[in-house]
């Protein structure tokens, strides 16, 4: 049988045999190691290695909880300031309307509509509004009656365009609307109603009813029949009185915080200047054609606060007086900002000696968890995923302490806001009356918080990280 068998030749090695079981995979491929961690992989690594040593962990995420809670709180009651600021500054009037005063001043361009126009063109102004007083009465340039009773008090003329987007607010009715032009039509302030006198020049007083209403006034002024004359300068002028039928379109809710005042009866300023044409027409009374014509009081509306310094200065240059609340109210703010500056540095340095305590743990974790990590690598693990296991680490211990330190921060919000008013005048429970006794904690306060939280942790574990990434396998491995 040996004689049958051919000889290999030499140098040939004898032929590999064919894989007769084709499922089952050569085992070079079997044993590979995989290329990396799955994020399952790092997840449970993480919360494995902060179960481990509970303690430090707990140490660790209660620093951060401090930290957040405190600059969160202390965030809040400098927002509370803020609101109790404001809310103290709109009683004073509105913070957006800018006032202009032109009595005696000499400039060179007058404050007439031409100038109102200009105005008007600055960026931030939203509306802009003459005030023309003038005064209606028996004795006086006209007179508003229902044939019974007169009213004797202020005409006022502005821009009832201008008025509907300062606030103004009514008890009955609203401003015209302009479609049919605005002759003949008003609006009236609601103390106005009792402005009215009977035919003696006898004021009718408000009374109280027996229910403990107020009593009516004299002329119901949205169902009256009211009429507008011009009266005579002379009585021995013969020519018939011009009269016009005239048409109240609102009631004014009382507001005497506000420029121009809700006393008196608002008319269209065009519709009150085409009115002393005809009573001077009427009375004869000679106009000086070269006086030029100026409003000496004039009120504008800007956007927002922070408009209200740029458009005021912008009017200023053309050498008018202005008033507006931002005199009073620039140096509270100024205050205000300055508080909560201090409060929110507390808070931040509460928040940063949290950080060096996460820095501190997992720099210890690195130190203790050597020989895991050279392990680690021989078994394949990228260094982005040895990296991405610590800050993982640092992140849950940032966000775990945010998350805990905002609900702990609602709570003392709470307190504050229930309890920080009590104590009279000892300052308060918790001494938060002195500093306006309101906390308020918003919504991107509290998201703002955890974020801010996560990656102080993140930040903080980013150091220990890359120390980790940079140790030796084979030293790492032999350590004991």
């Given at each position: 049988?040996?004689?049958?068998?051919?000889?290999?030749?030499?140098?040939?090695?004898?032929?590999?045999?064919?894989?007769?079981?084709?499922?089952?995979?050569?085992?070079?491929?079997?044993?590979?190691?995989?290329?990396?961690?799955?994020?399952?992989?790092?997840?449970?690594?993480?919360?494995?290695?902060?179960?481990?040593?509970?303690?430090?962990?707990?140490?660790?995420?209660?620093?951060?909880?401090?930290?957040?809670?405190?600059?969160?709180?202390?965030?809040?009651?400098?927002?509370?300031?803020?609101?109790?600021?404001?809310?103290?500054?709109?009683?004073?009037?509105?913070?957006?309307?800018?006032?202009?005063?032109?009595?005696?001043?000499?400039?060179?361009?007058?404050?007439?509509?031409?100038?109102?126009?200009?105005?008007?063109?600055?960026?931030?102004?939203?509306?802009?509004?003459?005030?023309?007083?003038?005064?209606?009465?028996?004795?006086?340039?006209?007179?508003?009656?229902?044939?019974?009773?007169?009213?004797?008090?202020?005409?006022?003329?502005?821009?009832?365009?201008?008025?509907?987007?300062?606030?103004?607010?009514?008890?009955?009715?609203?401003?015209?609307?302009?479609?049919?032009?605005?002759?003949?039509?008003?609006?009236?302030?609601?103390d106005s109603l009792y402005s009215y006198t009977d035919k003696k020049g006898n004021y009718v007083q408000q009374t109280t009813k027996a229910d403990g209403s107020p009593s009516d006034p004299p002329v119901?002024?949205?169902?009256?029949?009211?009429?507008?004359?011009?009266?005579?300068?002379?009585?021995?002028?013969?020519?018939?009185?011009?009269?016009?039928?005239?048409?109240?379109?609102?009631?004014?809710?009382?507001?005497?915080?506000?420029?121009?005042?809700?006393?008196?009866?608002?008319?269209?300023?065009?519709?009150?200047?085409?009115?002393?044409?005809?009573?001077?027409?009427?009375?004869?009374?000679?106009?000086?054609?070269?006086?030029?014509?100026?409003?000496?009081?004039?009120?504008?509306?800007?956007?927002?606060?922070?408009?209200?310094?740029?458009?005021?200065?912008?009017?200023?240059?053309?050498?008018?007086?202005?008033?507006s609340m931002e005199s009073v109210r620039k140096p509270i703010q100024d205050q205000a900002n300055q508080q909560q500056m201090i409060l929110g540095s507390l808070g931040a340095i509460s928040l940063f000696?949290?950080?060096?305590?996460?820095?501190?743990?997992?720099?210890?974790?690195?130190?203790?968890?050597?020989?895991?990590?050279?392990?680690?690598?021989?078994?394949?693990?990228?260094?982005?995923?040895?990296?991405?296991?610590?800050?993982?680490?640092?992140?849950?211990?940032?966000?775990?302490?945010?998350?805990?330190?905002?609900?702990?921060?609602?709570?003392?919000?709470?307190?504050?806001?229930?309890?920080?008013?009590?104590?009279?005048?000892?300052?308060?429970?918790?001494?938060?009356?002195?500093?306006?006794?309101?906390?308020?904690?918003?919504?991107?306060l509290a998201l703002g918080a955890i974020a801010f939280a996560t990656l102080v942790g993140l930040l903080s574990g980013f150091s220990p990280a890359n120390r980790a990434v940079k140790i030796s396998a084979?030293?790492?491995?032999?350590?004991?």
């Amino acid at each position: 049988m040996n004689d049958i068998k051919k000889a290999r030749p030499a140098g040939k090695s004898p032929p590999a045999r064919r894989n007769r079981n084709p499922g089952h995979s050569s085992p070079s491929k079997a044993h590979r190691p995989d290329k990396g961690m799955t994020r399952r992989d790092t997840i449970l690594m993480c919360i494995k290695n902060l179960c481990r040593r509970k303690v430090r962990t707990i140490l660790t995420v209660s620093g951060v909880i401090i930290g957040t809670c405190a600059i969160t709180v202390m965030v809040s009651l400098g927002l509370g300031m803020q609101k109790t600021l404001e809310e103290t500054l709109a009683q004073l009037g509105d913070l957006t309307i800018i006032n202009i005063y032109n009595y005696g001043t000499s400039t060179e361009q007058p404050l007439n509509d031409e100038m109102l126009d200009t105005i008007r063109l600055q960026d931030g102004v939203v509306a802009v509004t003459p005030v023309y007083n003038t005064y209606a009465s028996r004795w006086g340039n006209y007179t508003f009656s229902n044939g019974k009773y007169t009213y004797d008090g202020q005409i006022v003329g502005v821009d009832f365009d201008a008025l509907r987007s300062m606030g103004y607010t009514f008890v009955e009715g609203d401003f015209p609307t302009g479609e049919n032009g605005y002759e003949g039509v008003f609006v009236i302030g609601q103390d106005s109603l009792y402005s009215y006198t009977d035919k003696k020049g006898n004021y009718v007083q408000q009374t109280t009813k027996a229910d403990g209403s107020p009593s009516d006034p004299p002329v119901n002024v949205m169902k009256d029949k009211l009429t507008l004359t011009i009266n005579k300068s002379d009585q021995s002028n013969t020519k018939k009185q011009p009269s016009f039928k005239i048409t109240c379109t609102g009631i004014l809710t009382s507001d005497y915080q506000r420029n121009p005042s809700t006393y008196g009866v608002f008319m269209d300023i065009h519709y009150v200047k085409s009115l002393e044409k005809e009573y001077n027409k009427y009375n004869g009374v000679k106009v000086d054609k070269n006086k030029v014509e100026a409003y000496d009081n004039v009120v504008v509306k800007v956007q927002s606060m922070g408009d209200v310094q740029e458009v005021e200065d912008y009017i200023k240059s053309f050498g008018y007086n202005t008033n507006s609340m931002e005199s009073v109210r620039k140096p509270i703010q100024d205050q205000a900002n300055q508080q909560q500056m201090i409060l929110g540095s507390l808070g931040a340095i509460s928040l940063f000696v949290a950080a060096l305590s996460i820095t501190n743990t997992m720099v210890m974790s690195v130190y203790e968890r050597t020989r895991e990590i050279g392990v680690m690598k021989v078994l394949g693990c990228s260094l982005s995923d040895i990296r991405g296991v610590f800050l993982m680490e640092a992140g849950t211990i940032g966000f775990t302490g945010g998350v805990i330190g905002v609900g702990i921060s609602y709570i003392v919000s709470f307190i504050i806001n229930h309890y920080g008013g009590m104590g009279g005048d000892s300052g308060g429970m918790l001494g938060m009356a002195s500093i306006g006794g309101s906390s308020i904690i918003p919504f991107w306060l509290a998201l703002g918080a955890i974020a801010f939280a996560t990656l102080v942790g993140l930040l903080s574990g980013f150091s220990p990280a890359n120390r980790a990434v940079k140790i030796s396998a084979l030293s790492a491995i032999k350590q004991e």
